[in-house]
């Protein structure tokens, strides 16, 4: 069962309809200050999306604590993540940016994890 001790959040604003991303790492959008879309594979996110807010509504991120997070593929505990191109958790490969570590093992993917965020952007 996920469980979530999140780190305070972060107030922006949704760049997309992301009613359906909650749970999911989501990134700045470029093209405009404190936009937020899902965030790309490997990528560097802001953090995990704890809300379902449409275009231009509210979008609640942390980036720190644990948190819920929708897995992309079976994942093993204690794996560091990345995100995947949908923005789900997915075990880091080489060169990709590592987001935290699996509290808990993904049998397969859509399942809901806990994650320690550690979103520094460190390189697994």
Same mark, same amino acid.
């Given at each position: 069962?996920?469980?979530?001790?999140?780190?305070?959040?972060?107030?922006?604003? +949704? /760049? @997309?309809?992301?009613? $359906?991303?909650?749970?999911?790492?989501?990134? &700045?959008?470029?093209? *405009?200050?404190? %936009?937020?879309?899902?965030?790309? +594979? /490997? @990528?560097?996110?802001? $953090?995990?999306?704890?809300?379902?807010?449409? &275009?231009?509504?509210? *979008?609640?991120? %942390?980036?720190?604590?644990?948190?819920?997070?929708?897995?992309?593929?079976?994942?093993?505990?204690?794996?560091?993540?990345?995100?995947?191109? *949908?923005?789900?958790?997915?075990?880091?490969?080489?060169?990709?940016?590592?987001?935290?570590?699996?509290?808990?093992?993904?049998?397969?993917?859509?399942?809901?994890?806990?994650?320690?965020?550690d979103n520094e952007g460190l390189q697994?």
């Amino acid at each position: 069962m996920a469980i979530e001790v999140p780190g305070p959040a972060l107030p922006l604003r +949704a /760049g @997309a309809d992301l009613s $359906g991303s909650q749970f999911l790492f989501v990134a &700045l959008d470029g093209s *405009a200050a404190l %936009v937020v879309d899902v965030a790309g +594979a /490997g @990528a560097r996110s802001m $953090g995990v999306l704890q809300n379902k807010p449409k &275009l231009g509504q509210g *979008a609640s991120v %942390v980036d720190r604590g644990i948190t819920k997070v929708v897995a992309g593929a079976v994942i093993a505990i204690d794996a560091r993540v990345s995100s995947d191109a *949908a923005g789900k958790a997915v075990t880091s490969a080489s060169g990709n940016s590592v987001e935290g570590r699996a509290l808990e093992a993904a049998a397969a993917a859509d399942e809901i994890i806990s994650v320690k965020l550690d979103n520094e952007g460190l390189q697994a």
